[in-house]
Every structure is written in C-alpha cells, then in structure tokens.
T-cell receptor, first 116, second 108 residues
Framework: GAVVSQHPSRVICKSGTSVKIECRSL??????MFWYRQFPKQSLMLMAT?????????EQGVEKDKFLINHASLTLSTLTVTSAHPEDSSFYIC????????????FGPGTRLTVT | GIQVEQSPPDLILQEGANSTLRCNFS?????LQWFHQNPWGQLINLFY???GTKQNGRLSATTVATERYSLLYISSSQTTDSGVYFC??????????FGQGTILTVHP
C-alpha cells in the first residue's frame, strides 16, 4: 500500500505560538490530501481538503485563519495551527489517495499536539 | 451529510473467539474502508470494500451496498487484534466520514 508520513509525531507548544505539521506522500504523488483531527476517545473528523497549487477547502465550522494549509508540491502538504490554544490540543492525521484511479485513502501516523 | 453507525460500541472477547462488527450508512457511497487504529494512533488499512466480499487471513469483510451496510468478520481472535475498528465511507473523492468505532478487547 501507499506510504504517508507525518512530522513531527508529537509536539508540545505554549499557548499563543504557531505549530507546523508536515504530511508527505513517500512513494506516490498526491494532488489532493486531507486533514483530520481526533479528540481523545472520539472518531476522526475531516477538517479540510488540501489541493496542490490552489486554496484548501475547509469543512463547515473549521476556522481557515487558524488552520492554515499549504500544498506546496505533489508530495507535501502542511498544516499550521496559528496562535494555538489549549482547546487546539488534539491528534491531527493526514491522508492521501494511493492511486489516481482509486478512492482508497492511506493515512499518516498522526501528530499529537499539546498546547500548554 | 451521510450518517455512519457502528455496532457494537464495545466488544470483549476471549482469545480464539470469532466476532462480527457492523457498519450502517445512510446513503449511497463510492468508498467504504475498514481500519484498525493501533495504540499509537496509526490507522491500518484493513479493507477497501465499497461492495462485495474480501478476505485477508483471519479477517473478511462484506458490503451490501444496496442495503447500506458492511460487516467485518474477525475469526480466531488474538490479543494483538485489540484496538479500535473504524468504518469510514465516502461519497466524493477522498473525503471520508467515520463511524464512532468499535473498541475491541481480546483477553488471553
């Protein structure tokens, strides 16, 4: 299957600072990637669609100015949590389709963000 | 939006037992995937199964798209099968809606 990596795997930051999370497709190109968040003991919720070369598409209720997404190349999407607050603490996971002809999604290992 | 319901929410088994997890969804889909989330949070792809039946070792899955449900079968369960199992469905390219998951605990 396709391989998706994320960096960092874990980050702790102070309230008010910004944090950047990277999502890379290692063995394939992805013109589209997806960002999800997961609160403890809950399910995953789609936050936004990252589109290579164009603006991201955000789901209803997700603040685009707080969660900045940049899809700079066919293998890299970044999520920046700006002016982070404790309520932004969560598990952030990205996904990408493994093949252009398939809807099947492959997920990165996730990034655990803790804002103190 | 589409609704996804998984049952049971929790399942406790003895090693060697068989189990069936169910996923009901409220609309036609072009993607249905089953995942196992390990203790570190990684989602492991189990099946991509928008319709039909597939088997992989002790695991198998069946999706009856016309009746809007999917089943995941685990046979001869092992302690390493413990974790959270998610069903996720998609109606547009790439976007997935996840169920609430089934927490499986397998005791030795």
């Amino acid at each position: 299957g396709a391989v998706v990596s994320q960096h960092p795997s874990r980050v702790i930051c102070k309230s008010g600072t910004s944090v950047k999370i990277e999502c890379r497709s290692l063995d394939f190109q992805a013109t589209t990637m997806f960002w999800y968040r997961q609160f403890p003991k809950q399910s995953l919720m789609l936050m936004a669609t990252s589109n290579e070369g164009s603006k991201a598409t955000y789901e209803q209720g997700v603040e685009k100015d707080k969660f900045l997404i940049n899809h700079a190349s066919l293998t890299l999407s970044t999520l920046t949590v700006t002016s982070a607050h404790p309520e932004d603490s969560s598990f952030y996971i990205c996904s990408a389709p493994g093949r252009k002809t398939s809807y099947e999604q492959y997920f990165g290992p996730g990034t655990r963000l803790t804002v103190t | 939006g589409i609704q996804v319901e998984q049952s049971p929410p929790d399942l406790i088994l003895q090693e060697g037992a068989n189990s069936t997890l169910r996923c009901n969804f409220s609309d036609s889909v072009n993607n249905l995937q089953w995942f196992h989330q390990n203790p570190w949070g990684q989602l492991i792809n189990l099946f991509y199964i928008p319709s039909g039946t597939k088997q992989n070792g002790r695991l198998s899955a069946t999706t009856v798209a016309t009746e809007r449900y999917s089943l995941l079968y685990i046979s001869s369960s092992q302690t390493t099968d413990s974790g959270v199992y998610f069903c996720a469905v998609g109606t547009s390219y790439g976007k997935l809606t996840f169920g609430q998951g089934t927490i499986l605990t397998v005791h030795p």
